[in-house]
């Protein structure tokens, strides 16, 4: 049911049809409209997770972040994410928060043989957007410390006798090895 609508179930039933109350209706839905909308808008911009465009563009703006044209709302969102929680103290914590924001989660942190290891948990191949994960890892993390990225690839030994003909047709070829390290 429209905004009209309920307006005019709610007056008398002598008024409903008239062409004046019909018209100031309409034009009072309208405005009501415009502040569910509204109020919808600022309910959104409250999460990182449900930024709108104008949302984003606050949050870049706020937090001096540079956006490319390449990056789709989602991947802005992660790094607004990752640049609000880089504010608190660093640590291994801090650095698998900002991960978490990455992507839902799909990547652990950890501090293996003094390097700080990121490995990708989720999906397979290389994700798209791995240069904001990197330059948020870079900021937040101790200058002395390099990071090491580790990725999940398909092996024939996962799909070998595992998985039916269906299933190996909607695998693309870039969740796939190449058997040697880039």
Not at 37 to 55: H, P, Q, V
Not at 103 to 118: L, M, P, S, W
Not at 148 to 175: A, C, G, R
């Amino acid at each position: 049911m429209s905004i009209k609508d309920a307006i005019i179930k709610l007056l008398n039933v002598v008024y409903r049809d008239d062409p004046f109350t019909i018209d100031f209706t309409q034009a009072v839905a309208k405005v009501f409209q415009r502040l569910i909308d509204f109020t919808e808008s600022i309910k959104n911009n409250m999460f990182f997770d449900s930024l709108d465009e104008d949302g984003a563009k606050w949050w870049e703006n706020f937090l001096k972040i540079n956006p490319t044209n390449a990056q789709t709302i989602e991947d802005r969102r992660s790094k607004i994410q990752a640049k609000w929680l880089s504010k608190y103290h660093n640590d291994m914590e801090l650095i698998q928060r900002v991960c978490d924001a990455w992507k839902n989660g799909e990547v652990e942190a950890d501090f293996v043989n003094g390097k700080i290891q990121i490995q990708f948990v989720g999906s397979f191949g290389i994700p798209s957007d791995l240069d904001s994960l990197k330059e948020s890892v870079e900021e937040i993390k101790p200058a002395h410390l390099d990071f090491l990225i580790l990725f999940k690839y398909l092996l024939i030994e996962n799909i070998h006798e595992v998985k039916t003909i269906e299933e190996m047709q909607q695998i693309t070829i870039d969740s796939f090895s190449s058997g040697h390290e880039e």
